[in-house]
Every structure is written in C-alpha cells, then in structure tokens.
C-alpha cells in the first residue's frame, strides 16, 4: 500500500501546494461549524472561505519574511513564496467549509 507522501508525490500540483490544501480542510471544517449559527447557510462556507485565503496570505507572507532574514544573514532562502500556495490553502478550507455546510 503506497504511502500518503508517494501518492502526493504522485499529484500534478506536487506535495507543497497538497499539503496546504490539507491543512486548510479542518480549518474550513472549524470555521464552517463555529460561524453556522450566526450565519445564513451559505455564510458558514465563506467564512472558511475567507479564513483560508487569510491564513494562506500570512502564510506567505510569513514565508517571504523568513526569506529576508536569511538573505541578511548571507543564508539560502528557506522558503518559496508562491501565491499558489495561498490558493491552494484557500481551496482547502473552502472544502472544509462546505463539508461543515453539507453536514
């Protein structure tokens, strides 16, 4: 049985942009189950919707500072700063939020 790793590996879109797409799903799952009650049923999946692309841009944006401290200290960039990766966080939790909504 292959592991989760060779079948990311596997993917198009490669194991970076699959791993933020799965660490956004419980976060769009969270935020779609804590915003249902003060919001209409669609309102609990754009929240998750909205909280993945933050979560994605800090992310990034995180990433893109790491990169500037090391090039301070004359060191390789640690990161990759892609607005993809962003998306892809984003899309996870859009998943999640309409497995919270479908739920």
Do not use: Y
């Not at 993917?11 to 799952?29: N, R």
Request: aromatic residues 6%.
């Amino acid at each position: 049985m292959p592991t989760l790793l060779a079948i990311l590996k596997g993917l198009p879109w490669g194991v970076d942009k699959s791993l933020h797409f799965l660490s956004a799903l419980p976060l769009g799952i969270g935020i779609g189950l804590l915003t249902r009650p003060w919001f209409p049923a669609t309102g609990s999946w754009v929240a998750a919707i909205l909280a993945g692309a933050l979560v994605g841009i800090a992310k990034e944006c995180g990433d893109h500072r790491k990169n500037q401290q090391a090039a301070k200290q004359g060191k390789p960039a640690p990161h990759s700063v892609e607005a993809l990766d962003a998306v892809a966080t984003m899309l996870g939790a859009l998943v999640g939020g309409l497995v919270a909504f479908l739920r």
